[in-house]
């Protein structure tokens, strides 16, 4: 059996995939499938009306598929297509990014993969590292020499990963680790809630249409207990998150106001 799918968004290039993919495998058996290019804000998208291919491809010494898909379709194809049965996790990460917050988390595709696995009853962890704007200009994370800016947070991940394997969490679907740049392995950790603001204007006009502006980070007016403030603080932020869209507690408010106008 299968220890661990493992996948991204990045695709098996970034810097942030084979070193965990390395470490994982000195604790698991895993079996890697990720997109064969970078597949960002694309949240749990599922491609339709294309044929998805699949393909052997090497890095260092381990073997990956590669799909020229999603990353909710490499969890997919690799639950149902790859694997003889479900493993005991997905792991999906370390992202090139920090998926912070509402409404990076709902359109990560890194979270998205998580997502996809969870909604198939699978355990699931994404990964995520904050790059700073200034840093991620001048670097070209898809460089191998480059992987060992990841190495800690891979450490981490599997430690998170030992951690969440084999554990029941009632409501929990899936579990989102945030950590800093450059996290120190004996960074504090924090248990979060995600932090609820707006994108604000994320599209520009440019040659006769508009191209999206990856939003900057508002570290002003910080709130405790956030995913956001305690990347701010140099913590690894582990969000339980539920995949409940029904609000209980609201059900007689709502139907009371509907049905007394309908």
């Known amino acids: 059996m299968t220890d661990i799918l493992l996948t991204n968004d990045d695709g098996y290039k970034s810097a942030g995939f084979l070193p965990l993919l390395k470490e994982l495998s000195k604790e698991f058996s895993v079996v890697a499938v990720t997109p064969d290019r970078e597949k960002s804000w694309i949240g749990k998208a599922v491609t339709t009306k294309k044929i998805l291919k699949l393909k052997k491809v090497k890095r260092r010494s381990f073997d990956i598929?590669?799909?020229n898909g999603t990353p909710a379709d490499c969890?997919?194809?690799g639950l149902y297509n790859i694997l003889d049965s479900f493993p005991k996790m997905v792991v999906s990460g370390i992202n090139q990014g920090s998926n912070v917050g509402h409404a990076r988390?709902?359109?990560s595709g890194t979270v998205g993969a998580a997502i996809e696995a969870s909604i198939e009853g699978a355990r699931a962890l994404a990964s995520s590292v904050r790059i700073p704007r200034e840093i991620k200009k001048t670097l070209n994370l898809f460089d191998e020499k480059n992987y060992t800016i990841f190495e800690n947070a891979a450490k981490i991940t599997v430690k998170l990963a030992k951690i969440l394997i084999d554990k029941e969490f009632g409501d929990v679907d899936l579990f989102s680790a945030n950590m800093p740049f450059d996290v120190p392995l004996d960074a504090e950790l924090e248990i979060t809630k995600p932090?609820?603001?707006p994108y604000g204007k994320i599209f520009y006009?440019?040659?006769g249409g508009f191209l999206l502006s990856t939003p900057s980070l508002d570290f002003r007016n910080l709130k405790n207990g956030t995913d956001l403030k305690a990347?701010?603080?140099?913590?690894?932020?582990i969000t339980p998150i539920s995949l409940d869209l029904f609000k209980e507690d609201s059900v007689k408010t709502v139907e009371k106001l509907i049905k007394n106008q309908w």
């Open 205 to 207: 006009e440019k040659e």
């Open 65 to 67: 598929f590669a799909i």
């Open 195 to 197: 932090f609820k603001e």
């Open 105 to 107: 988390i709902l359109s």
């Open 75 to 77: 969890v997919q194809i």
């Open 231 to 237: 990347v701010y603080d140099r913590k690894i932020s």
